[in-house]
């Protein structure tokens, strides 16, 4: 057999391949999260760094076809993995008892994964596609443009999505299920890349927790500062501007910034 | 004190089993798990039934031979013992206690609470081994051995084999008893010349008989009797990648095995 085929074949092998392909998400997610917290400075500085990845399609493009290949290599071996499990115990045990010493997050890895899964689209449709169907609110997030530059305002279309408290919710929602699975994820992929011995051990679970405590907080900041009011101004300056350029009328009176 | 025993019993592998309930007659609380059965079969042969079968040895908590499922925990109540070395002083006066045989698809059920476990033995035949020549203990001092790897080889030659790792774990996974035996051997000199062949053969052998996989939650080391760590399943896992990109036995019948 060759390397290859044991890595596909044999549990360990595919225990490598869910650890790497999770590694390179949780990559992800840090960066993306370091973008995103751009959200707290000016709104120009974000727009440009959306800008910036906009105008480069053979980056954005290649990112994101890795991170598709990744994602669908994450959940095939998740449950490639589970059949495999699933068939060692036909027969369950009798007794109620959860298995013993294990935690909640251990325990609930596929479904906390899958339900990010689905977390995941719908972000994707949200804010990447932009079915306006999705964001509850009239706002069209195509038209959200900065008034100085002309491209897409990144800073008033996360205003504009996340002042609507429902979306914020499922949000809230799909960003703590992501923590529970990475809480123990990280932890996990340690383990089954064998980057793990007595000494480090204690610590690889604390930075597991602290990760996923850490990414808890960014992600929903953004969220709970558009609540609290950032950028409601800056929002109706952008929609009026909008507005105004939409406006069929020629003699348009320059915004007011 | 007397309890009130729910138990798995099954005539053989081909006959479906079912829940029994049996009240005990007067037990010493200081009595281990296997001597009240004991007690409960006595009574049972005396009523002119079929007495409990279940797996027992050493009684001392070193041949890993007992086992039992005791209300949903391998081995009993507590941590780092095993079923043989459970006392009734560990649960109350009419407690209803719940026993089932280890459950796993590699470990088929032979009577009641026995199960068959040769497929932890077929993995120690795939690669258990050191090939030396044996008969004549060398001087020791001749192979010099580090003590922390002398130590911790201790700590995974501790595995008795019972079998606990995988009748916790949710999805009846060997990797600790696999793992604890790869480690044991691969720690010391004796056991470099066949380090990397050991581990694939053992984990293919381990895939082979059907055991799950490991989602790292932690049950395995919880249950154990002996508190093997979940550490050595790392140490298994960075060997068995070794492995492969050194691309042992990739060509049968060609030993690739490189020692480190
Ligand atoms: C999209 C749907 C997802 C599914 C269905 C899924 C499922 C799973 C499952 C079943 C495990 C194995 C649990 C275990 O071994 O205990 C796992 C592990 C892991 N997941 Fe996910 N996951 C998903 C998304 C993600 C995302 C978005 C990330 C990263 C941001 C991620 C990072 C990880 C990591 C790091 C591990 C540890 C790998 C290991 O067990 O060695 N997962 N995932
Ligand atoms: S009977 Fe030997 S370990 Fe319990």
Redesign the interface.
Known sequence: MSAWIRLLRSSLGLKYLMAGSGLVLVGFVCGHLVGNLQFFLPPPVINRYAHFLQSNPELLWGVRLILLVLVGVHIGTALRLWALNRAARPQPYASPATAYGSTLASRTMLLSGLMVAAFVLYHLLHYTVKVESLNGTPLAFHQLREPATGHADVFAMMVAGFRVWPVSLFYAVGIALLCLHLSHGVAAMFQSLGLRNPVYAPLIQRLARLLAVVLLVGYLSIPAAVLLGRGQNYLRRVVEHTAAALAPTPANPPAAH | MKVKLKV?RQKNAATPGR?ETYDTPELNPNMSFLEMLDVVNEDLTTRGLEPIAFDHDCREGICGTCSL?I????HGPHRGVATCQTYLRSFRDGDTI?V?PF????FPVIKDLIVNRKALDRIMQAGGFISVRTGSAPEANSLPVPKEAAD?AMDAAACIGCGACVA??????A?LFVAAKVSHLGLLPQGQPERYRRV?AM??Q??RE??????????C???CPKSI???F?????????VA??K?V??RPGRAAAVPA
């Not at chain 2, 209300?71 to 391998?74: E, R």
């Not at chain 2, 459950?103 to 590699?106: C, D, V």
């Open positions: 798995w829940f499922v209300n949903g925990k391998p719940l089932e459950r796993a698809r590699p911790l916790a774990c949710k999805n009846a996974s990797m694939v984990v293919e381990m895939d059907g055991f799950g996989a490991c989602t790292v939650t932690g049950s080391e919880a249950v760590s979940l550490d399943i790392a140490r298994m896992n960075r060997d068995y990648a492969l990109f691309g036995g990739a």
